[in-house]
């Protein structure tokens, strides 16, 4: 026989069934995936809690909450500091309005523009001591000093001495200085006389006893005030080196009270009454102050014992005044004398008077209450 060709078999590419215990087959396994055609390997799925088996990953999970009770704690506590930050100053105020001493001042006169504010420095015979009566001849209570505060609409703010020698028309009295309209009728008739001189309808007024300057200014540590002479004045006790200094209580009540040692005489006393005055101020409001709740107490104590206003004057209005003052006397502000003829006038009966100079005076106070005083007054002889 001749040999037979040979034949190649195929063998099939899957895998014959195989059978598991007891006769049965498994099912038939699905082909291999080719190798290019293979699907990458997955990284392990996130489960969230909760959800099922498999789920894709989500965005990070949020921090925990914090809880509730110590969020609400935390609103406590900050509601309770601002309450003591807002109580505080309130409370503060309210007491001090109730320890004002208020009297009848204010006149029936309508109303100007702007907003006024007369200030009175009094003091009476018997706070001085027996021998020192070199200040004037008016007997009983009397006022050193005589300050017109005006705040106009628009414009600069005013802050006008007012000489205590000021020979003035004194409504019922006639011509007298006016220093005298408060001996004569009070805290009413000075005002009056002062709103007849100036055409400004006086808004709030307000009375500083002489006496509480010391207190004031002893609260405060002392203020620094400034005088370019030496004085030895045994009349007001002024004992000074030029220059300027730290006054302490009496030391300040003295520098406001000194005239006959001054060359300027009542126009010089006015100009340091007005530099006290604007130094308690600038003192009072310094943060060291008005952060420090004692001496914030001792400070309200020693003012309003020495404080008299009108009956619609409270201390809301004091704190517009403090801070009028410090606008006027400031860089934004003007502070003088009203134009003056003489400060050695004789009308007679009265002995030395300041004479105003009356065809100046309308057109001043004009300017003033449009809020564009004059750079400067000149005196006279």
Not at 56 to 64: N, S
Request: glycine letters at 12%.
């Amino acid at each position: 026989m001749g040999d037979r060709p040979q034949r190649t078999r195929v063998m099939p590419t899957h895998n014959p069934p195989s059978y598991a215990p007891g006769g049965h087959s498994q099912p038939p396994q699905a082909p291999a995936t080719p190798p290019e055609y293979a699907v990458p390997a997955q990284p392990p799925t996130h489960q969230e809690p909760g959800g099922p088996p498999g789920t894709p990953p989500g965005p990070p999970a949020a921090p925990a909450r914090r809880p509730k009770r110590r969020r609400k704690r935390g609103w406590l506590v900050f509601t309770f500091i601002l309450v003591l930050l807002l109580a505080w100053p309130i409370g503060l105020a309210i007491w001090a309005n109730g320890k004002l001493n208020h009297i009848d001042a204010l006149s029936t006169a309508a109303a100007t523009s702007g907003t006024t504010y007369l200030l009175a420095g009094s003091d009476s015979r018997a706070e001085l001591e027996a021998g020192d009566t070199g200040f004037d001849q008016t007997e009983g209570a009397r006022t050193d000093t005589i300050l017109l505060l005006h705040v106009p609409e628009d414009g600069q703010t005013s802050l006008i001495s007012l000489p205590r020698d000021s020979y003035v028309d004194i409504p019922g009295h006639g011509q007298s200085k006016l220093n005298a309209a408060y001996s004569w009728g009070g805290p009413e008739l000075l005002v009056e006389s002062v709103e007849n001189l100036s055409g400004f309808t006086v808004d709030h007024y307000v009375e500083v006893g002489f006496a509480g300057i010391t207190n004031i200014v002893e609260e405060l540590g002392g203020v620094e005030l400034c005088y370019d002479h030496d004085v030895s004045d045994k009349r007001s006790k002024l004992d000074w080196e030029a220059g300027c200094h730290v006054a302490d209580g009496e030391t300040a009540l003295a520098f406001a009270r000194m005239r006959y040692a001054d060359k300027e005489g009542d126009i010089g006393r006015t100009d340091r009454q007005r530099q006290l005055i604007g130094a308690i101020t600038s003192s009072a409001s310094e943060a060291g102050t008005l952060l420090n709740p004692a001496r914030q107490v001792g400070l309200v104590n020693a003012g309003t014992n020495s404080l008299t206003v009108d009956n619609n004057t409270n201390i809301w209005h004091l704190g517009k005044l403090a801070l009028a003052f410090r606008k006027a006397t400031g860089s934004d502000g003007w502070s003088g004398t009203p134009p003056i003829a003489s400060t050695n006038y004789r009308p007679g009966g009265v002995g030395s008077a300041v004479q105003l100079d009356s065809d100046a005076l309308p057109g001043f106070f004009a300017d003033v209450a449009a809020g564009t005083p004059p750079p400067e007054t000149e005196s006279g002889d």
